[in-house]
Nanobody, 114 residues
Framework: QVQLVESGGGLVQPGGSLRLSCAASGSIFSPYNLGWYRQAPGNQRELVARITSAGTTIYAASVKGRFTISRDNAKNMVYLQMNSLKPEDTAVYYC????????WGQGTQVTVSS
């Protein structure tokens, strides 16, 4: 069983940056594949970025080159650095951990608006 708690969301102007953090507890962290998803009103939840247990990363085309996912297994943390934010990045962002079973955090709101 893994518990995930996101933080770092907020209101930012277009072109700004935010860093999301996700703290994990309850299990050994390193074997899990970790990811960030987002869901905007009226839309389905979509993958933003994923990092495997080996450190391989993948990104949605819409965020590639602007967002960076990273993990710190010693601290049981996963991060999402978001730069050059756009209004279309506005969504609730969810942390995900996968090892046979999906675990989700409660989400953190990111709003990009002037």
């Amino acid at each position: 069983q893994v518990q995930l708690v996101e933080s770092g969301g907020g209101l930012v102007q277009p072109g700004g940056s935010l860093r999301l953090s996700c703290a994990a507890s309850g299990s050994i962290f390193s074997p899990y594949n970790l990811g960030w998803y987002r869901q905007a009103p009226g839309n389905q939840r979509e993958l933003v970025a994923r990092i495997t247990s080996a450190g391989t990363t993948i990104y949605a085309a819409s965020v590639k080159g602007r967002f960076t996912i990273s993990r710190d297994n010693a601290k049981n943390m996963v991060y999402l650095q978001m730069n050059s934010l756009k209004p279309e990045d506005t969504a609730v962002y969810y942390c995900n951990a996968l090892l046979g079973v999906d675990y989700w955090g409660q989400g953190t709101q990111v709003t990009v608006s002037s």
